[in-house]
């Protein structure tokens, strides 16, 4: 295999994904800052969606450049934004990576749209990179790009990193184009996955499914060529976190909650309104907590950020109506004159002043039913402060969860065991919350993005040797 890049020659970086940072506020998120510096200081290229959906999209991508960083931007038809977007990509490959069968749309099944939309973004690699180049491509749209460079005779590395679970093989085979999939991604010379549970996920596909044969400890022989799985957690951007929840925005935003707290103690959740994020489960354990302890009532609040996404998909229609219908049941039930139990708040905030109310919380419930990774659990650890830390209490079935041991971990499922944590976390003394976060945070600090992005390149120029993850 060639691995011709040198750290003081780097080759070039062509990133491709479904959203790039060209909007400058997108830049801040952790993909973008990942990446930033090794576009700039090689002159790379992101190629992405325009965020565009046109009648007649032009066949060929719109270039911009900024800050030295191009970028190749793909308009989609709406019949391609459906297809694609909307059904493939998101109706069936996300609820079905995230072990969601019951979920997966299949009368939306249409294979075309997916294919297409892979050979346009392919070709837009082909046509503005050369062979010298490391593509780097990013999550479940697109898992046939190798394989469309490839079928034109690409010969370069290519690399893939899955940002959500990768399932066990039975899940993963109810897709109709299991085979094509895994013989596709047979094509990428890298792949990077979340935790050692989706690796062995893979590999165990790739062996009983591709005849494929494992080789030492990451790589597996697999159609004649050699692909490398390797166990990279993403992290965060730590350091401006913190700084974040110290700033300015931040302080507001935390000074506003404060004044309608009162001294009530505060529990923060902040997610995407997805089913994967188990919010109704959550509702019913903090539903619990005042059931169960009536003397948390009154003097505590919980507090859960939820900003609704892919809002024109079914599934995502009904969740709202249940979350909607819980937390008026839970406030009808529990409310009092001066207190609310529940706040839930269906809107974005920006990302400052999440930092700030992460800083000021006393417990954070991220509690999905599975979940990549879980970037919140990373940024509410930042968030704290040594001095007063709060408590993380953390789904077992996020990704974050191999990395976070020192966190609360509970099955988000038992909703009578979470209340119980809850309660736990309310009361923990002083030591044990000092002692949990400074374990949490040196993880969080140290295994960050950069991190992250220096052991998925390993060795291939831009670091020398794999960053161990600290156990
Ligand atoms: P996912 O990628 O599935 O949405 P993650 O927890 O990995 O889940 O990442 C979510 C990101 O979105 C975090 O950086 C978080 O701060 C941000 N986020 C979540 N909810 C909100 C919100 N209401 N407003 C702004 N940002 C949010």
């Not at 989706?198 to 597996?220: A, T």
């Not at 417990?363 to 990549?372: A, E, I, K, R, S």
């Not at 968030?383 to 974050?400: C, K, R, T, W």
Request: hydrophobic letters at 40%.
């Amino acid at each position: 295999r060639q691995t011709h890049n040198t750290p003081q020659n780097p080759v070039r970086l062509i990133a491709v994904s479904n959203r790039t940072a060209v909007d400058p506020n997108a830049r801040a998120g952790g993909l973008a800052v990942a990446l930033w510096d090794s576009l700039k200081s090689t002159n790379g290229l992101w190629v992405g969606w325009s965020g565009k959906v046109k009648d007649f999209p032009s066949l060929t991508p719109t270039k911009v450049t900024d800050d030295g960083v191009d970028f190749a931007l793909c308009d989609m038809s709406k019949p391609q934004y459906e297809g694609f977007y909307l059904n493939y990509a998101n109706s069936i490959l996300w609820p079905l990576f995230h072990n969601r069968l019951d979920l997966v749309n299949f009368d939306l099944h249409n294979f075309a749209p997916y294919q297409e939309t892979n050979r346009q973004f392919a070709k837009a690699v082909e046509d503005n990179a050369n062979s010298e180049d490391f593509i780097w491509v990013h999550d479940y749209h697109f898992f046939l790009i190798a394989h469309e460079l490839r079928k034109n005779g690409w010969t370069g590395e290519i690399g893939f990193f899955l940002h959500i679970p990768f399932p066990a093989p039975d899940v993963f085979r109810a897709l109709p184009e299991a085979a094509l999939m895994g013989r596709a991604l047979c094509d990428y010379d890298i792949i990077g996955l979340q935790t050692s549970t989706d690796v062995i996920n893979l590999k165990r596909y790739l062996v009983e499914d591709c005849g494929g044969k494992e080789v030492g400890e990451e790589d597996v022989l697999v159609f004649g060529r050699t692909v490398t799985l390797r166990h990279c957690p993403i992290g965060i951007d730590a350091k401006n976190f913190r700084k974040a929840a110290l700033g300015k925005p931040a302080k507001k935003a935390a000074k506003k909650l404060r004044r309608f707290l009162g001294g009530r103690k505060q529990i923060i959740g902040v997610d995407r309104m997805d089913y994967s994020k188990g919010l109704p489960q959550r509702f019913e354990a903090v539903s619990k907590l005042f059931d169960h302890f009536p003397e948390t009532r009154g003097v505590t609040s919980f507090m859960q950020i939820a900003p609704p996404s892919r809002s024109i998909v079914d599934e995502y229609v009904q969740l709202r109506e249940r979350l909607d219908g819980l937390c008026g049941r839970i406030n009808g039930d529990y409310g009092d004159l001066d207190w609310i139990p529940i706040r839930y708040l269906a809107r974005p905030y920006e990302r400052a002043e999440i930092a700030g109310l992460y800083a000021m919380s006393d417990v954070c419930l991220v509690t999905p039913l599975q979940d990549g990774m879980n970037l919140v659990a990373k940024e509410f650890i930042a968030a704290q402060d040594e001095s007063d830390p709060g408590v993380l209490i953390l789904s077992q079935f996020a990704g974050a969860a191999e990395q976070m041991k020192e966190a609360l971990i509970v099955n988000p499922y038992d909703t009578e065991a979470v209340a119980q944590t809850l309660h736990k976390a309310l009361n923990m003394p002083l030591e044990e919350r000092q002692a949990r976060w400074k374990a949490l945070h040196k993880t969080v600090d140290t295994q960050d993005i950069n991190w992250w992005r220096n052991r998925f390149f390993a060795p291939r120029g831009f670091t020398q040797s794999v960053p161990k993850i600290a156990t």
